[in-house]
T-cell receptor, first 113, second 110 residues
C-alpha cells in the first residue's frame, strides 16, 4: 500500500499570505489528522476529519482551517500567515478514531518570511 | 500544552546496549502510543498500549504502562545505530485529540 503523501514538501511564503497544504491518506483510511511541529511547542494537534466531517479541533486560531473530500483526501489552509506559523505540518491517516495507530506523511515544511 | 513529558530529554548509548525512556502524563487516558521520528523516515508508529494493558512487546521493543502512576516506559534492547531518532509518547484521552510529549533524543554510537 502506498503511504500518506503530502504536497508540497517545502513552501516559502510571506507574512499576510495564505497557504493550502494537501494530504492524501492511505487507501481505505477515512480519518485524517493534522499536526504542527515546531522546536518550541513540539507536536500539536490541529484537527481531525472523518468522512468529510471535522470531528475534533485543537487550540489554534480560526486562521487554521481544513476540509476533507469524499475520497478522504484532505487540505489544510492557513490564512494571514504569521512568522510563528513557520513549522513542519504533518498529516496522519488511520482506519478509525484517534485510538488507532496513526500513519504519518513526510510533512510540509512551511517557512514564513 | 503537552500532556506527556519524556525523560530523559536526550540519551546517548553504545550500540548493543539497552535504552530506556519514560513518559509521564497528567490525565486519564484510553491509550498511549509511542512514535519514532528521524529525518529519513518521518514519524513512525511503534506500539499502542491500551489503558487496561500493562505491558506489550514488539520485536526489540517493550512498553509498560502504569496508570496509577500515569507513566509509561519504552525499552529498546540491543540497540543499533539505526535506532538513532527522537522518540515520542502520545496519549489519547477521550477520542478528541492525540497529545504528544516533548520527546527523547536517542543517539546510538557505533
Amino acid at each position: 500500500k502506498a503511504g500518506v503523501t503530502q504536497t508540497p514538501r517545502y513552501l516559502i511564503k510571506t507574512r499576510g499570505q495564505q497557504v493550502t497544504l494537501s494530504c492524501s491518506p492511505i487507501s481505505g483510511h477515512r480519518s485524517v489528522s493534522w499536526y504542527q511541529q515546531t522546536p518550541g511547542q513540539g507536536l500539536q494537534f490541529l484537527f481531525e476529519y472523518f468522512s468529510e466531517t471535522q470531528r475534533n479541533k485543537g487550540n489554534f486560531p480560526g486562521r487554521f482551517s481544513g476540509r476533507q473530500f469524499s475520497n478522504s483526501r484532505s487540505e489544510m489552509n492557513v490564512s494571514t500567515l504569521e512568522l510563528g506559523d513557520s513549522a513542519l505540518y504533518l498529516c496522519a491517516s488511520s482506519l478509525g478514531t484517534l485510538s488507532y495507530e496513526q500513519y504519518f506523511g513526510p510533512g510540509t515544511r512551511l517557512t514564513v518570511t | 500544552s503537552q500532556q506527556g513529558e519524556e525523560d530523559p530529554q536526550a540519551l546517548s548509548i553504545q550500540e548493543g546496549e539497552n535504552a530506556t525512556m519514560n513518559c509521564s502524563y497528567k490525565t486519564s487516558i484510553n491509550n498511549l502510543q509511542w512514535y519514532r521520528q528521524n529525518s529519513g523516515r518521518g514519524l513512525v508508529h511503534l506500539i499502542l498500549i491500551r489503558s487496561n494493558e500493562r505491558e506489550k512487546h514488539s520485536g526489540r521493543l517493550r512498553v509498560t504502562l502504569d496508570t496509577s502512576k500515569k507513566s509509561s516506559s519504552l525499552l529498546i534492547t540491543a540497540s543499533r545505530a539505526a535506532d538513532t531518532a527522537s522518540y515520542f509518547c502520545a496519549t489519547e484521552s477521550s477520542g478528541d485529540k492525540l497529545t504528544f510529549g516533548t520527546g527523547t533524543r536517542l543517539a546510538v554510537r557505533p
